[in-house]
């Protein structure tokens, strides 16, 4: 089982950024669910989206939260997808911004 996530993480992560999430919703849409899975997949990451708001006050990873949600939900519906897509382009800088970060941290160390 994990090799399997650890599998479509990577093909996730290999994908262009502002791509990501749209192609994983195309790849999606091509499979068999009827509705009642599609309505049970968006409830429930609704339900984590919301998990993670209220996590962003409280204990807990609330960002990690309201991501895993996000994506939940944008495995059905295009709309989120191509959010998500947008939201992943703009993120990119400050990303790459904090890696140089941490490389720099790092080295300082050593």
């Known amino acids: ?7 479509l993480g990577h093909d996730f992560l290999a994908r262009p ?18 509705l009642l899975h599609k309505v049970l997949v968006v409830t429930l990451g609704s339900l ?9 006050a409280l204990p807990g990873p609330g ?5 895993i949600g996000g994506v939940f939900i944008a495995e059905e519906s295009e709309v989120a997808a191509r959010l998500l897509d947008r ?10 911004r904090w890696r140089q970060w941490r490389a720099r941290r790092a080295a300082k160390r050593n």
């Open 87 to 96: 939201i992943d382009l703009r993120l990119q800088p400050w990303l790459a």
């Open 63 to 67: 960002l990690l939260a309201i991501a």
């Open 1 to 7: 089982m994990f090799e399997r996530l650890k599998k």
């Open 17 to 34: 950024s502002g791509t990501r999430f749209h192609a994983r919703y195309q790849a999606r849409r091509h499979r068999q669910g009827g």
């Open 48 to 56: 984590i989206v919301l998990l993670g708001i209220a996590m962003l």
